[in-house]
Nanobody, 123 residues
Framework: QVQLVESGGGLVQQGGSLRLTCVTSGFTFDDAAIAWIRQAPGQEREGVSCVSRHGGSPTYGDSVKGRFAMSTDNVKNTVFLQMHNLKPEDTAVYYC????????????????RGQGTQVTVST
């Protein structure tokens, strides 16, 4: 059974930092593309970052480049999102998602997703 479980969200002041964690199971971690996606109320889902199968450098959405860093622990099948210099517009539910069919961020077939973790940035 494919599972992705996010944690680490919370309330933080503008300019602060948070580290999100996603523990995965039920699939071959190294064969999947793993992404962080966020959705704010009333807004469309937005891709934050992604790593394609077999590693490689993460890609980032323009709004988070230079502030967020995605990393993986391939031994623990865990993904992290370190967020710095947070802004109110970063407020959203953050989801961890996996493309276990293609393993390619560019194709983005993220059929598996966690329950999400709320990040709220106050002014």
């Amino acid at each position: 059974q494919v599972q992705l479980v996010e944690s680490g969200g919370g309330l933080v002041q503008q300019g602060g930092s948070l580290r999100l964690t996603c523990v995965t199971s039920g699939f071959t971690f190294d064969d999947a593309a793993i992404a962080w996606i966020r959705q704010a109320p009333g807004q469309e889902r937005e891709g934050v970052s992604c790593v394609s199968r077999h590693g490689g450098s993460p890609t980032y959405g323009d709004s988070v480049k230079g502030r967020f860093a995605m990393s993986t622990d391939n031994v623990k099948n865990t993904v992290f999102l370190q967020m710095h210099n947070l802004k109110p517009e970063d407020t959203a539910v953050y989801y961890c998602a996996a493309d276990i069919l293609t393993g390619d961020c560019a194709k983005g077939l993220f059929g598996a997703r966690g329950q999400g973790t709320q990040v709220t940035v106050s002014t």
